[in-house]
């Protein structure tokens, strides 16, 4: 796993976990907004982007990978750890393995509720599919499809097609078969639980049941906004809640 990081030595550590099939760049415009007053690390999740050539084994791996970083660098702890989609996963997994390793979390649009069905057909659909991938007709009508603001294609053609296609198998079993774990009721962190009103009905109460497991949380249903749309394509209104945290 590749850390990138915009420091400010001696402000408080912010980590920001991208998106399935994104990269550090989901979180660009933050970067520019967040890079004055906190240092800001990205990691780049196992065989995405410009690491593309690890293997992505679990959410559980990614996390430990995470933790470890943390552990090493920064004492074992953080002041806010934030995270999306897949990011988000990685990122209750690592608040369910290390209680007190971060003060504040946010975790935006976390599937948490198995879906068995997509899970099935994800090797099949991802073998015939995978060809078209590096044609930039299919990236354009994918990019459209995920609502992702237009200065961001390039980076998103470039590194979706370097993902290999066992990663991508790994990546979206992973994401449709994560296994919430009981252990995050333990967590000490603040956390604001973030999902779009547009999203699918496991997304909605995916959160949901996260809001009823951790104690003390908050949750925001963004209206209008659908999967990634707050930290992608908003970046002012992200980072708004970040500092109100």
């Not at 068995?116 to 659909?125: F, R, T």
């Not at 009721?185 to 496991?202: F, P, W, Y």
Request: aromatic share 10%.
């Amino acid at each position: 796993m590749i850390f990138k990081k915009f420091t400010n030595k001696g402000k408080p550590v912010i980590i920001l976990i991208h998106g399935g099939g994104l990269s550090w760049w989901n979180y660009k415009d933050e970067i520019m907004l967040l890079k004055d007053d906190f240092e800001v690390v990205l990691p780049i999740i196992d065989g995405h982007g410009e690491d593309y050539g690890t293997e992505f084994k679990s959410i559980e791996h990614c996390a430990e990978e995470i933790i470890e970083y943390i552990h090493k660098n920064y004492d074992g702890r953080v002041f806010l750890i934030g995270g999306l989609s897949l990011g988000a996963q990685i990122l209750t997994e690592i608040l369910s393995r290390k209680t007190d390793i971060c003060e504040k979390a946010v975790i935006e649009s976390a599937l948490v509720v198995k879906d068995k069905l997509i899970n099935a057909i994800i090797g099949p659909s991802i073998k015939v599919s995978y060809g078209l991938i590096k044609k930039r007709w299919f990236a354009r009508m994918q990019f459209k499809s995920l609502n992702i603001h237009e200065e961001l294609f390039e980076d998103y053609y470039h590194d979706t097609c370097l993902i290999k296609k066992d990663n991508y198998i790994n990546i979206l079993k992973s994401n449709s078969s994560y296994n919430l774990k009981d252990s995050i009721e333990n967590s000490k962190a603040d956390v604001l639980i973030l999902v779009g009103q547009k999203e699918g009905r496991k997304m909605i109460k995916s959160a949901e049941l996260l809001n009823k497991k951790i104690k003390g949380t908050r949750l925001k249903i963004l209206k209008g906004y659908t999967h990634g749309d707050l930290s992608i394509n908003h970046a002012e209104e992200y980072v708004k809640y970040i500092r109100m945290m």
